[in-house]
């Protein structure tokens, strides 16, 4: 259900609201009982009831988007979650179109609280825009001015923040691309370095080779130079497969495959193993896990715990309703058995539990 979600988000941006609602809509119901079971499932069903709610908007059947929203209230009870004044406001918008202004008005004081305790830049920039609408439905222009008004501060605001977050990856980029120049340089000087204290090693101990014209010890050297490259790329290359034998055929193929199982998602299965990622790529335990260590830089295990972790980063940076779930979910859709084996490896990878990387988050955001 997740991933059906996710996809939803990706259909919503290219407007497709029709297919959402026939993705989305036979899945929402046909299990009701499963969803009451845990929070984090009743949780995915008030989100699947929201989307709706707010593509039957968009296609102008308001009368059914109120119908899941209020869906998405009852599940949610007397619950707080981020979500409850986003709900309210998918109300207030159905009531405006429809024109019953005093339904709207009663949804729109609902969402009064939130605003004034909460920092959302998304939550403040809807609500200013509703009730600018409901002020001019009810023909009120200095009211919908005013908040017209507050709404383009918001705007503002966004894209001071957006700016910030762009300069700062662009800053991150530039040091990283510093930083990698400045590796490549110093390698290619120990390279040089060490080329010269073998000639001078391999003149020292062949003192009959000095005797030679400066054309033969040219020679002499450029052969020595590109067998020494050899040794080195054929060492590099090989790793540590010297009981068997790859093609470059198979090489190419195999990380290929991998990667194309990576945009997959293959790593969020909570029971995947060496066994079965070798049984996905149709070869054998060797060969995956040389391509593995020589192209991921990784063993089996970091590889698979890296992957999620970077997941797991990618959804909370880009989705900040996420914020406020609770670890245990977080955990669970990113493939993790445990939440304290969850926290364990996003600690090892990031240097912080996840708990300070959302509060971090928060801080940005705010």
């Known amino acids: 259900m997740l991933i059906l979600q996710e996809e939803s988000f990706l259909q919503i941006l290219s407007k497709n609201y029709n297919d959402v609602i026939d993705n989305l809509y036979p899945h929402i119901d046909e299990n009701k009982t499963i969803y009451k079971k845990t929070p984090e499932s009743l949780l995915i069903r008030i989100r699947s009831n929201f989307i709706l709610a707010e593509c039957f908007n968009e296609i102008g059947r308001f009368s059914e988007s109120i119908i899941r929203s209020r869906m998405a209230l009852d599940d949610l009870s007397d619950n707080e979650y981020l979500i409850k004044p986003f709900i309210f406001q998918s109300i207030a918008k159905s009531y405006i179109k429809l024109?019953?202004?005093?339904?709207?008005?009663?949804?729109?004081?609902?969402?009064?609280?939130?605003?004034e305790r909460s920092n959302n830049i998304e939550l403040?920039?809807?609500?200013?825009?509703?009730?600018?609408?409901?002020?001019?439905h009810v023909k009120n222009e200095s009211l919908a001015y005013r908040y017209i008004e507050s709404y383009s501060k918001i705007e503002e605001q966004k894209k001071i923040i957006i700016q910030s977050m762009v300069n700062r990856m662009i800053k991150s980029n530039q040091?990283?691309?510093?930083?990698?120049?400045?590796?490549?340089?110093?390698?290619?000087?120990?390279?040089?370095?060490?080329?010269?204290?073998?000639?001078?090693y391999y003149f020292v101990k062949n003192p009959k080779l000095k005797k030679q014209n400066y054309f033969q010890a040219s020679t002499t050297n450029i052969k020595n130079k590109e067998l020494t490259n050899l040794k080195i790329q054929d060492s590099d290359s090989f790793l540590d497969n010297s009981d068997f034998h790859i093609s470059l055929e198979t090489e190419t193929r195999l990380v290929k495959k991998l990667n194309d199982l990576e945009k997959d998602y293959f790593f969020l299965e909570k029971n995947i193993t060496l066994t079965r990622l070798t049984s996905k790529l149709n070869t054998n335990q060797k060969y995956v896990s040389y391509i593995i260590r020589k192209y991921k830089n990784q063993n089996f295990t970091e590889y698979v715990l890296?992957?999620?972790i970077q997941y797991v980063i990618d959804k909370l940076e880009n989705n900040k309703v996420m914020l406020n779930y609770k670890l245990s979910y977080l955990a669970e859709m990113s493939g993790f058995t445990s939440h304290s084996k969850f926290t364990m490896a996003f600690k090892n990878a990031?240097?912080?539990?996840?708990?300070?990387?959302?509060?971090?988050?928060k801080k940005e955001n705010i």
């Open 99 to 115: 024109g019953k202004m005093d339904s709207s008005k009663r949804y729109l004081n609902e969402i009064i609280p939130y605003i």
């Open 350 to 361: 990031m240097g912080i539990t996840p708990s300070q990387f959302i509060e971090e988050l």
């Open 306 to 308: 890296n992957l999620r």
């Open 124 to 136: 403040k920039r809807r609500f200013y825009l509703l009730e600018a609408d409901y002020f001019k």
């Open 175 to 200: 040091l990283e691309t510093e930083r990698l120049k400045r590796n490549n340089v110093i390698l290619i000087w120990i390279i040089i370095i060490s080329f010269i204290v073998f000639l001078i």
